[in-house]
């Protein structure tokens, strides 16, 4: 009984070769689904020499309980499928180059996902009381990050929040009035 000349149409399909294709099929599945869930573990972020220092200064700061995964990683199956895709790519680049240095892309950071509530959408109330996370600045292409640069992977800022010289670099006129 081989699998292979059947699929190859040299011998005809029986109740033998279904079986086999199903427990393949479901040895697949079942190595997949553990390899996602272990690959989405912090800790396994942290096994990877190029990751580090990034892992090191995560488990400093203030979100040492969020997973890498929560931030690093779009909600829903294809978020999944996109981040073990750079996964894999990556992996392919520490094998084949030894000049890699990941950094992740700041749009690719989810801060939503837990800070949905910081967003203020009546702007002019939030201003008001010099709460600077209004629509307004998410409306003119401006993130988290904008601010918050290396809240969690800079090791001299991941505990702190932007002080005013962070406002200063877009509003200094109107801030020496």
């Given at each position: 009984m081989?699998?292979?000349?059947?699929?190859?149409?040299?011998?005809?399909?029986?109740?033998?070769?279904?079986?086999?294709?199903?427990?393949i099929?479901?040895?697949?599945l079942?190595?997949?689904?553990?390899?996602?869930?272990?690959?989405?573990?912090?800790?396994?972020?942290?096994?990877?020499?190029e990751?580090?220092?990034?892992?090191?200064?995560?488990?400093?700061?203030?979100?040492?309980?969020?997973?890498?995964?929560?931030?690093?990683t779009?909600?829903?199956?294809?978020g999944?499928?996109?981040?073990?895709?750079?996964?894999?790519?990556?992996?392919?680049?520490?094998?084949t180059?030894?000049?890699?240095?990941?950094?992740?892309?700041?749009?690719?950071?989810?801060?939503?996902?837990c800070?949905?509530?910081?967003?203020?959408?009546?702007?002019?109330?939030?201003?008001?009381?010099?709460?600077?996370?209004?629509?307004?600045?998410f409306?003119?292409?401006?993130?988290?990050?904008?601010?918050?640069?290396?809240?969690?992977?800079?090791?001299?800022?991941?505990?702190t929040?932007?002080?005013?010289?962070?406002?200063?670099?877009?509003?200094?006129?109107?801030?020496?009035?």
């Amino acid at each position: 009984m081989n699998l292979m000349t059947v699929l190859r149409g040299k011998e005809k399909l029986t109740g033998r070769h279904v079986v086999l294709f199903g427990i393949i099929l479901l040895f697949f599945l079942i190595f997949t689904g553990w390899s996602v869930a272990y690959t989405s573990q912090s800790q396994f972020c942290g096994t990877c020499h190029e990751m580090e220092p990034m892992y090191q200064t995560w488990q400093t700061s203030t979100h040492r309980n969020v997973d890498c995964e929560d931030c690093h990683t779009k909600p829903g199956v294809s978020g999944v499928v996109n981040a073990k895709a750079k996964g894999l790519k990556e992996l392919y680049l520490h094998v084949t180059s030894s000049n890699i240095a990941p950094k992740a892309d700041e749009r690719d950071v989810n801060c939503y996902n837990c800070h949905q509530d910081k967003v203020k959408l009546n702007t002019g109330k939030a201003l008001a009381a010099k709460e600077p996370h209004t629509v307004k600045h998410f409306d003119n292409g401006m993130n988290c990050i904008t601010c918050h640069s290396g809240v969690v992977h800079n090791s001299k800022m991941n505990n702190t929040v932007p002080g005013r010289d962070t406002c200063a670099r877009c509003h200094l006129d109107t801030m020496q009035k």
